[in-house]
């Protein structure tokens, strides 16, 4: 199994709604580092990635959201290296394209417009998020920044946050996806999924929209996290990931809640595929490594491979 | 696959908590019937259910519930046979025994002690439930009736009803559930079910609630309904039944609604069972055939059939 390697591949893939996307998700590392810490972090990273049987390798830009939520953040918020300057230079060896998230709110429209080019320069593709709160100081709007992506760099794909979560309390989020795509978002990378029927209920929800205003269904990667402990579990319900009761009752109580939760996960994408594959949903895989721990990170480098299986790209790419 | 057939075993199957218990649930027939129909009502009922692989047959007490809710009822309500007159006397043929349902409400103590003397007599099993709502006009309340049947015939096994989607809102079903066994109830049949997630919370949360308390985890069937057309899915929402939204989104497009829910049924009862089985939780299954239609009652046969090959039935009966 083999890296599928060249970006513009991966991007057709995006624009012709293509299933089996897999992706693997990190975060940069802190901006506190040495110069020299940062590079030996990144060398691993490298390394590490190379391996994988994935399409492309999403960097998420990490903001500090503690003013969505009153409840105190179960880890300290630190500023990280910037997703886009981490992705395309301490990353550049990774030949496989990128896939960079980038929060727009701070920005203003030239700093977007830059490293959108940057992106569109190197292959890649970005996912443009908005405010994480009304509370966050606000420079540029989502509406504008997808004006922005669509007049400056109108072959950059530009993927959307589905948050299945939300769906359950407004029922809207298939209408803002498609109000996304409008605006000319073409594929969706969702939050870590835990609870499969939310999930389900937007992809239907979303797919039978797209049926009747005759639209394509677009690409759907599912975000699959591993949870390698109580306070990473507690940190998921801080983001707004929702567990069914009872797989919360039984990860409290799991002698190995690491093992326990990468046997979810899979169990999730298999759910997941199944209900896609039967319905055309064009369903790809995005697996989280999001956690500094040496075995959080193994964890997730075996439930990259478990999913490459389950997507049946051993065949595919040999 | 023949019937189980001896009354005594099943009861001594309940008190000690044996997962793999197969049932099937009938309504009786309309009052309105003149007697030479009802005869052939029962004889057709017998006839069928003699070859079914089930262990033993519920005989629902269906009361008009139209007080608990404003929503108008579906289908009309029409007066039946008295559940346990229909047991013991139309269905007397029949040998396996059989597990009435007693809503203890509209009954005086005399009536409750009278009918359920009859059934211990007869080896048969007893459900009692309590008023449909608060305005429902109320003689008897459910842990009197308990109590009733605790120091009037303690040898008949009574079971309560265990409602998923009311755990949903409340979060107390489990409390609700050990309050009845602390009162003498044995076994518990559930609702309809359609939200695998839903019986999953309340099987864990009752089940670490046992644990936690250390009694033994009570035997619980769960009730598979299958669904003939788009007016009988309105009338299990106004029986309280919850639909995760992607399956109502399926069944109400689906071209053959009753194949559609019979699949659903199915794999509702193989998640559930795979569940149960991993964590000691001792499941059963009860297809309920509530419906007059042909291809629907054909269908609970077929379902019938299904959930004995899921139990393990084939090769434990043979």
């Known amino acids: 199994m083999t890296q599928v390697g060249k970006p513009a591949r991966v991007r057709e893939h995006v624009r012709t709604n293509r299933a089996g996307l897999l992706t693997y998700g990190i975060t940069p590392p802190k901006q506190s580092h040495s110069r020299e810490r940062l590079a030996e972090i990144a060398a ?3 390394n590490r990635i190379r391996q994988l049987p994935i399409d492309g390798l999403v ?9 969505r939520t ?16 981490y992705a395309l230079n301490q990353l550049a060896q990774l030949t496989l394209p990128k896939i960079v998230y980038r929060c727009v709110a701070p920005l203003s429209k030239e700093e977007l417009v830059q490293s959108l080019r940057r992106l569109d320069q190197s292959s890649c593709l970005s996912v443009l998020v908005g405010a994480a709160s009304r509370h966050q100081a606000l420079s540029l709007r989502l509406p ?5 992506a669509r007049n400056e760099c109108p072959d950059l794909p530009i993927g959307g946050v589905l948050i299945a979560e939300r769906h359950e309390q407004t029922r809207a989020e298939d ?18 999924v835990y609870s499969v029927d939310a999930t389900k209920n937007l992809l239907s929800d979303l797919l039978y929209r797209c049926e009747a205003e005759r639209r394509s269904m677009p690409p759907v990667l599912v975000t699959l996290s591993p949870c390698g402990s109580l306070r990473t579990l507690d940190f998921l319900h801080w983001l707004g990931v929702s567990l069914p009761r009872w797989l919360e009752n039984d990860l409290r109580r799991s002698r190995d809640i690491l093992q326990a939760s ?12 199944h209900f896609a594959v039967n319905r055309g949903i064009p ?4 697996v989280e490594s999001v956690s500094l721990s040496k075995v959080e990170i193994e964890a997730s480098v075996e439930l990259t491979h ?12 040999k």
Do not use: W
């Open 44 to 46: 691993a990273q490298v």
């Open 59 to 67: 960097v998420y830009d990490i903001q500090d959201e503690s003013m």
């Open 70 to 85: 009153e409840v105190p953040r179960p880890f300290p918020y630190l500023q990280c290296v910037d997703a886009t300057e």
């Open 144 to 148: 504008d920044a997808y004006a922005v």
């Open 175 to 192: 209408q803002r996806a498609t109000a996304k795509m409008d605006a000319g978002c073409g594929y969706f990378i969702t939050q870590a």
């Open 262 to 273: 990468l046997r979810v996960c899979a169990d999730v994408l298999a759910d997941l595929h």
């Open 283 to 286: 369903l790809g895989c995005n």
């Open 306 to 317: 478990l999913a490459a299986r389950q997507l049946g790209r051993d065949s595919a790419e």
